[in-house]
């Protein structure tokens, strides 16, 4: 079974930078597209980037410029490197993977950014 682990969140001030990690466990084979979402208090769940096993990026909006999306195909390992963190980014940021038709999701974790 697939099993996606977060790490790396917690509490930063505006300005400042954080990195998410983003293990997958279970499998040999690699994950097709890796991702992140975040979704704030009473908001839906938002893109904030994926990237493919070939490297092929895609980012939200609100994050071009400031974000960097990254993978390690060997370890099924995908990582975020947020920076010039804003107040309104804070929220639970979830990894996501896609294989075959098939979507696993992690646990998230918390993203506090203080202004």
């Known amino acids: 079974q697939v099993k996606l682990v977060e790490s790396g969140g917690g509490l930063v001030q505006a300005g400042g930078s954080l990195r998410l990690s983003c293990a997958a466990s279970?499998?040999?084979?690699?994950?097709?597209?890796m991702g992140w979402y975040r979704q704030a208090p009473g908001k839906q769940r938002d893109l904030v980037a994926t990237i493919t096993s070939a490297g092929s990026a895609n980012y939200g909006d609100s994050v071009k410029g400031r974000f960097t999306i990254s993978r390690d195909n060997a370890e099924n390992t995908v990582y975020l490197q947020m920076n010039s963190l804003k107040s309104e980014d804070t929220a639970v940021y979830y990894c996501?993977?896609?294989?075959?038709?098939?979507?696993?999701w992690g646990q998230g974790t918390q993203v506090t950014v203080s202004s």
């Open positions: 996501k993977g896609e294989r075959f038709g098939y979507v696993y």
């Open positions: 279970g499998t040999a084979l690699s994950i097709n597209v």
